[in-house]
């Protein structure tokens, strides 16, 4: 027997007062026996049913619907966990969650040594407990301040590495620490006129560890004593450098040191940045990040790079991770990449077999000495004085550009006067 549509308007006004308040199995017994009275469809019945009952025409005024109770949780990290967590970021230089993580309880542990961070117990624990991916949503926010309008010109190149063997004593071993890729920043300002600073940068393939010094010009011989500089204080044995085929490293007296001292030399093909990845990743994620693109072509420019590059160098060695690709596999059109968990290049060093324990003792002891909020402090020092150099530089600039054109316009008044009187 089908019901007429005032019985059907009077089951619904029943009905929905119960399924407001019932369980979910409880609305699914009530649905059925709504659509098998109705014959409504059950689409149609679960959205009329879930309508408000002052909406229906013939509902009584007096009838309220229950309220449902919505679940509250309290949140695992409140403000003092946050608040810590950005000055932590802030110091280790913004880093993604999952070069974070993995390093966060022993850089709470450094700061608080160093009296840079005051935590209770409570708020310690569950800093020390955070993954990666909430890491990344706590400090979405605060990212979002930072990030860059434009794109950078210098991009990382893809992780390939072939080289073109110039001279071999043993094998190129990624595997081993002191196999390294030499490169030069150029610091031009967006033009190539003159002479102009340059910084020589060598990563380790390994470990990451990396070093820079800041050249006056690209010329062979302050390229090849900067790079002897590094030689002496690399914490390994130097065995293999890769270059590109600039001038300023494809020479003779580099070659002649390498053949002397039995290290690999080799180069990449011409106009492949991608032979030489690693070095081109850490030119535009340390050197371009930290000094930017502005020109240095001063004495004293060179001396402040030098004096921030050594600062950077600590804290990049020492508190920066670095994920180094483990395997990638080929999925129809996507490819899969998997990395190793993060570490500093400090950590890798320390791991190596290859390095002597006398000189993990002494990194051990200069580790001990650090306290990464300082460096980060003498670093934005360092580089608000480049900056202060580049606005003094075009401020003299410009004045001797107006001082040059006053005097040509005097020069052309005196030679008017001078043609008048002649007249």
């Excluded at 890491?135 to 860059?148: G, H, M, S, T």
Aim: with cysteine; hydrophobic share 35%.
């Amino acid at each position: 027997m089908r019901l007429t549509l005032k019985q059907r308007k009077a089951v619904t006004k029943q009905l929905t007062l119960r399924y407001a308040g019932a369980s979910k199995k409880q609305k699914h017994i009530i649905l059925d026996e709504f659509c098998c009275l109705t014959g409504y469809n059950r689409s149609y019945a679960s959205w009329l049913l879930n309508q408000p009952a002052h909406k229906l025409k013939s509902s009584p005024p007096s009838t309220k619907l229950p309220k449902k109770v919505s679940k509250t949780s309290s949140k695992k990290y409140d403000a003092k966990v946050l608040v810590a967590l950005t000055k932590i970021w802030m110091i280790l230089d913004c880093l993604c969650g999952k070069r974070l993580a993995p390093i966060l309880s022993e850089v709470i542990s450094v700061l608080q040594r160093h009296q840079e961070l005051q935590l209770d117990d409570q708020t310690k624990t569950k800093l020390q407990q955070i993954s990666a991916s909430t890491i990344d949503r706590l400090l979405a926010p605060e990212r979002q301040k930072f990030q860059l309008k434009g794109k950078s010109r210098t991009k990382p190149g893809t992780l390939l590495k072939k080289q073109i063997p110039i001279r071999t004593f043993a094998d190129w071993n990624e595997e081993k620490v002191g196999f390294v890729e030499i490169d030069l920043v150029a610091h031009d300002g967006g033009k190539a006129l003159g002479d102009y600073a340059q910084t020589l940068d060598v990563t380790d393939v390994k470990s990451g560890w990396r070093v820079a010094r800041a050249v006056p010009n690209k010329a062979q011989v302050w390229v090849f004593a900067a790079l002897l500089e590094i030689h002496k204080d690399l914490p390994f044995d130097l065995r293999g450098i890769d270059s590109d085929n600039g001038s300023e490293f494809i020479n003779d007296q580099l070659l002649r040191y390498c053949e002397k001292e039995k290290i690999s030399f080799t180069r990449g093909r011409a106009y492949k940045k991608n032979d030489g990845c690693f070095i081109e990743q850490k030119s535009y994620t340390i050197v371009r990040r930290a000094i930017g693109y502005w020109r240095y072509d001063d004495p004293e420019q060179v001396r402040l790079l030098n004096e921030l590059y050594e600062k950077l160098s600590l804290y990049t060695n020492y508190f920066q991770p670095v994920m180094k690709l483990k395997s990638k596999e080929r999925v129809g059109s996507q490819v899969k990449k998997h990395y190793e968990e993060a570490r500093t290049p400090y950590e890798r060093v320390l791991s190596s077999e290859e390095v002597s324990q006398e000189q993990k003792a002494k990194l051990g002891r200069q580790y001990e000495e650090l306290n990464p909020a300082q460096l980060k402090r003498e670093i934005s020092k360092r580089q608000a004085e480049l900056i202060e150099s580049v606005e003094k530089k075009g401020q003299e600039v410009l004045r001797k550009r107006a001082q040059k054109s006053q005097n040509q316009v005097l020069i052309a008044v005196a030679e008017d006067d001078q043609a008048r009187n002649f007249v």
